[in-house]
Structures are given as C-alpha cells and as structure tokens.
C-alpha cells in the first residue's frame, strides 16, 4: 500500500498571504489528523477529521482551518500568514480516530 | 488533562550497543495506547512500536522493545545492537482511545530525544 503524501512539501510564503496544504491518506484509512512541528513548540495537534466531519480541534487560532474530503483527503488552511506560522507540518492517517497513526513526509512552510 | 515527558533530550550510543530511552506519562485514562516514533534526519515520522495499555506482555519489534510500567507511567524504548540508521530524534506518544470526543485522533508528544549512533 502506498503510504500518506503530502502535497507540496516546500512552500515559501509571505506574511498576510494564505496557503493550503494537503494530505492523502493511506487508502482505506478514513481519520486524518495534522500536527505542527516547530522547535520551540515541539508537535502540536492541530485538528482531527473523521467521515468528512471535524471532530478534535487543538488550541490554535481560527487562522486555521482545514476540511476532509468524501475520499478521505484532506486539506488544511492558513490565512493571514505570520512568520510564528513558519513550521513543518505533518499530516497523519489511521484507520479510525482511535488507531494508530501513519505519518507523511510533512510539508515545510517558510513565512518571510 | 495527560502530558507526556521525556527527560533525556540527548543521547549517545556507540554502534551494536544497546540504549535506553525513558519517558514518563500522566493520565487518568485507563485505555490507551502509547507509541514510539523516530523522525530521522529526513524529518518523516516513522512508527517504532505500539503498546496497548491493557496488555500487560511488554512489546517488541524486532531489536525495539519497551518496558512498560503501568503503574509507574513509565514507558521506556530499549533499542539492541544500535546500528548507524537508528540515528534519529525519537518522540513518545500518548493517545486516549476512550469515549468522548476529545479523545479521537489525538497524539501527544513529547519533547523528543535526541540519539546519535557512533561507528
């Protein structure tokens, strides 16, 4: 089976620009979860979906949204870019909400 | 609210030894599950081992195992004959899997440690 992609894996943005990150997942895993990756921070949850709904939501601002696909895939969006917002972002599938989780390659996204 | 620690951030081994890695837990969950994952230098996150927190038998996987200590929350990875590719930052991982919504999908980390291998 192929494993989780994510799409780019590098972007460069500028403050106040949006960007869209997405994430296919294993074929037949129907949860997709996104996590922020930063040094300072460490791995932090970002948002949970399952069945096109969301249904864990972590404590970031509403700058940050995402939405999940009859297919499963997903895609998560941040408006109004800051420079905290520079992170690598990793993107995670399972088969239900409760089961382990398989990781992408993550996206690496740069605010200048 | 659980949180994961993991007091060790860096750690060395020389080739074909054995290491261990520790970290501790907090929960008053009773069904769960905790993870190892290393993200080697290519940053893409790779599942080591799973361990159900019902099980009392220890997992392993191949030269990972833990010790799993229930009561203490304590929850180590023990890595043998270390070879070069194990060079990574290993991350352990909590995850509630009991009712309730903000218990789906959500992994917690911690800090991370640091492993390097030596030849």
């Known amino acids: 089976k192929a494993g989780v992609t994510q799409t780019p894996r590098y972007l460069i943005k500028t403050r106040g620009q949006q960007v869209t990150l997405s994430c296919s997942p294993i074929?037949?895993?129907?949860?997709v979860s996104w996590y922020q990756q930063t040094p300072g921070q460490g791995l932090q949850f970002l948002f949970e979906?399952?069945?096109?709904?969301?249904?864990n939501k972590g404590n970031f601002p509403g700058r940050f949204s995402g939405r999940q696909f009859s297919n499963s895939r997903s895609e998560m969006n941040v408006s109004t870019l800051e420079l905290g917002d520079s992170a690598l972002y990793l993107c995670?599938?399972?088969?239900?909400?409760?089961?382990?989780?398989?990781f992408g390659p993550g996206t690496r996204l740069t605010v200048l | 609210a659980q949180t994961v620690t993991q007091s060790q951030p860096e750690m060395s081994v020389q080739e074909a030894e054995t290491v261990t890695l520790s970290c501790t837990y907090d929960?008053?969950?009773?069904?769960?599950?905790l993870f190892w994952y290393k993200q080697p230098p290519s940053r893409q996150m790779i599942l080591v081992i799973r361990?159900?927190?019902?099980?009392?038998q220890n997992a392993t996987e191949n030269r990972f195992s833990v010790n799993f200590q229930k009561a203490a929350k304590s929850f180590s990875l023990k890595i043998s004959d270390s070879q070069l590719g194990d060079t990574a930052m290993y991350f352990c991982?909590?995850?509630?899997?009991?009712?309730?919504?903000?218990?789906?999908?959500?992994?917690?980390f911690g800090q991370g440690t640091t492993l390097q291998v030596k030849p």
């Open positions: 929960t008053s969950e009773s069904n769960y599950y």
């Open positions: 074929s037949g895993h129907r949860s």
């Open positions: 991982a909590f995850m509630n899997r009991g009712s309730g919504s903000s218990n789906t999908g959500k992994l917690i």
């Open positions: 979906y399952f069945s096109e709904t969301q249904r």
């Open positions: 361990q159900e927190a019902y099980k009392q």
């Open positions: 995670a599938s399972s088969l239900v909400p409760t089961d382990t989780q398989y």
